[in-house]
Every structure is written in structure tokens, then in C-alpha cells.
């Protein structure tokens, strides 16, 4: 394919034709009349050889490959318009923009409070936009990365894509402030008999990990999409649950529960945020890897002292 021969502005076409599904709808998103909307269809139709809407009754519908392009048109808009934003110069303070980081609910709460603030104070024309992490983001990195400004992850997840860290973190229990079976560090026994809370997504653990290569197989009795839901899920009851030092300290007055060390020594968490070389040199990007390493660094410092 001959990239030079093609209309980039098709792209633009295509995504609209593709979510609105009406060509007099597509042409209104994108400021063109009916019959030059129609054209591009015409051409977007000769291009992939294939009638990516249908008319079923009195709508349309996507074709198999319409649907396949739904995704991938969205990403490649993204792409674009990231590639065509890219600056020579930065001014945080009189530039207005938005940047998505993909996180857990972690990563928001412990760091990303913090980097809101401090954008706040000193880029009251930047927006963040954090959305949730997604199941591929360890099958197809390049192209998540690809369509946002950064992810926050800790290292052993991903890798082979440039990185700065941020903070370090660690692992620790929680149980029930009256739990009545277990005193200040449980045992592997502990781990063995009692009912877990777990994070669904478990490629974000992996102390997880590290418990099936000690033997234990937890018993879980509850898994949510959330790490912020753990400690409650814990209170009042048996349950134990792995979770952040960090968030365990934020969720305290929250719910009635309790920090115990683990009867083994756990992996280290190094929290990190990840970008696509794309964004490199780009003058936005590079503030915005400076804030947050800097928020970062100010977290650890708040540690020692």
C-alpha cells in the first residue's frame, strides 16, 4: 500500500461513517454536506472493496469488516491526531490540552490525586483524563500506548518501551481489625486456610504471581475490578487481601482493617509511567514526564521523613 496516494481526511470520514452509521449524521460531525459525505463513502467503499455499511430495513449496519475497522479507525485517529499535535515548545502555563493516562484505581488514587494537583497549581489549562486499564494492555502494548500519552504500571508487567519511575511501593495484608485468627504477620498456613479478596486483573500483581511459585493456591472467596474495594471487602470479615502499603494508608479511616506482614519476603513494586517512543521528544510530553517524576520524587521523599 502507497500511503502517499491516500487522503488522510478519510480517515476522519471513515470513523464517523463507522459510529454514526448515517451518512447525513457522519457529514454533520465533521462539517460536510450530504453528498460530499456520500463521495467519501463511495471511496472509503472502493478502497477496502467492501460496502462497510449495510442497509438493513430503514438503517444501517456495519459489515464484518466494518466492524473490524471500528477499533482500529478509532486508534489510528488518535495516533494522528497526537502525531499532528506534537509541539516544538511548551508553555504549561498558557497551553491548553489534555492528556489520558491509563491507570487502576491505585495508580489515581496514590499518584494521580497528586499530579492533578500539582497541574492544577502551575497548568490551570491542562486536563487529565484517566480511564482504567484494560485486559490487552499486555497483548498489544504498542498499539495502547500508541493512542494515549502514557500508562502508569509497575515494572514486570511490560517492558521494551521507555519508562520513568516514579515511586516505590510495597505489599503488605489486610485483615479485619477483630479478626481473631491472626496476630501481627500471618503464616503460610495463614494464606492456605483463610478466604482471599483479589484484584481481577492479576497481570497487575505480580506478588500474586509469586505466591503460585510458594506453593499457595488462595482460596478466593471474592475478586473485584477494583484495589480500592479491597480493604472493605476485607472488613468484618475472614477474608485477607494483598494490596499497596501506599493505598492501605489512604483507605485506613475508611474501612475497619488492619495491616500484617506477609510470612515471606514479597517482590518489590517500582510504579512507572510507560509512553510510546512517539512521544519522545515531543515538548508537551517530555513536561509531562518531568511533572510526574518530579510528583513522584516528592512522594518518596515524603516517606523519609
Known sequence: MNLARLDLNLVVALRALLEERNVTRAGQRVGLSQPAMSAALARLRRHFDDDLLARVGGHYELTALGQ????????AYDVLERLFSSQADFDPANESREFKLIATDYAVS???????????EE?????????????????????????TDGLLMPHGVISDFPATDLYD???????????PGVDERLTHADLVRL???????????PAVRQL??????????????SFQLLPLLVAGTRRIALVQARLARLMAPVADVRVVEPPYEVVPLREALWWHPVHTHDAAHIWLRETAARVGARLSRADEE
Open 68 to 75: 473490524v475497522l471500528l477499533d482500529r479507525t478509532s486508534t
Open 110 to 120: 496514590v499518584f494521580g490525586t497528586e499530579l492533578a494537583r500539582v497541574v492544577h
Open 123 to 147: 497548568a490551570p489549562g491542562i486536563r487529565l483524563r484517566f480511564t482504567q486499564t484494560p485486559p490487552t494492555v499486555v497483548d498489544d502494548t504498542a498499539t495502547l500506548l500508541s493512542a
Open 169 to 179: 511501593d510495597r505489599w503488605v495484608f489486610l485483615v479485619a481489625a477483630d479478626h
Open 195 to 205: 478466604p482471599w479478596v483479589t484484584y481481577q486483573r492479576t497481570y497487575d500483581a
Open 212 to 225: 503460585g511459585m510458594l506453593g499457595v493456591e488462595p482460596r478466593v472467596e471474592v475478586s473485584v475490578d
